[in-house]
């Protein structure tokens, strides 16, 4: 088993899946992987079993499928994959996307900034240098990058990209925050995640990429989701003043 699991949750990738975890596979860093699939009528699943064939031995295990009975929320995937990846034992919790809006290659640099350079969440960021974006509409990148800016005045966390899907968190993050508790199952997901990060006085660092807008299949992104967000984040911030964040070490978590 490697220290690092990449956590990649799909509904509906038959046309990226096994690229992407082809790709992941032949980065020089030697990652796991774990695809969480929302029962994607498309039959992506089936796709993820051909290739466990591939890849996994009969002593090692490097790609892990979890099927889902349906679409439940992108936050309870993620939450569902932190669980199993904590209870195998990795050190090193990565996620991002299974349409390549996130270069794979940029996996090797978000796991550098924990494992080797202290940092306990690495964020694969948009905005830290400007604006990275392509492909994407004028009007939803403003939409992103104000969304982002708007949660940084009202909590005052220090990061420019506060949606970012792309991350490697140490373990003890995880650990720390109690993932049955988290509120959000939608873009608001990602905030509250890098929110509670913060409070609990881990460190954070932001890694430079070029974020592309996917070429093959269909975006998920609602306007539900925004509104879930931008409600959120206020009733987030209140409820933490009134709560104190000390670090301490979880139980081990069921899957």
Not at 38 to 65: C, F, I, M, W
Not at 78 to 100: E, P, R, S, T, V
Not at 240 to 248: A, E, G, L, T, V
């Amino acid at each position: 088993m490697n220290n690092a699991i990449v956590i990649i949750p799909t509904y509906n990738e038959k046309e990226n899946i096994t690229m992407i975890i082809d790709t992941v596979f032949s980065l020089p860093k030697d990652f796991d992987l774990l695809i969480v699939d929302d029962n994607s009528p498309d039959g992506t699943a089936g796709l993820v079993q051909e290739l466990q064939k591939n890849y996994n031995l009969e002593n090692e295990t490097r790609l892990h499928l979890m099927q889902r009975p349906g679409k439940q929320g992108l936050g309870t995937a993620y939450i569902q994959g932190f669980k199993y990846a904590l209870q195998c034992g990795y050190d090193f919790i990565l996620q991002m996307d299974a349409d390549f809006s996130h270069n794979p290659k940029d996996l090797v640099s978000l796991y550098l900034h924990c494992a080797e350079w202290g940092n306990d969440l690495s964020i694969g960021s948009r905005y830290a240098t400007g604006v990275n974006v392509v492909n994407w509409p004028m009007g939803r990148v403003l939409l992103s990058f104000f969304a982002s800016k708007y949660v940084q005045v009202v909590t005052g966390i220090p990061v420019h990209d506060t949606t970012a899907g792309f991350v490697c968190y140490r373990r003890k993050v995880l650990e720390t925050i109690q993932l049955d508790r988290i509120r959000f199952v939608g873009y608001a997901f990602q905030i509250e995640m890098k929110f509670l990060t913060w409070k609990y006085g881990f460190r954070l660092s932001e890694v430079p990429i070029i974020f592309t807008d996917r070429t093959r299949g269909q975006s998920k992104m609602s306007v539900g989701i925004f509104k879930e967000a931008f409600l959120g984040v206020i009733q987030m911030t209140v409820q933490s003043w009134f709560k104190k964040y000390i670090p301490q070490q979880a139980p081990d978590i069921p899957v």
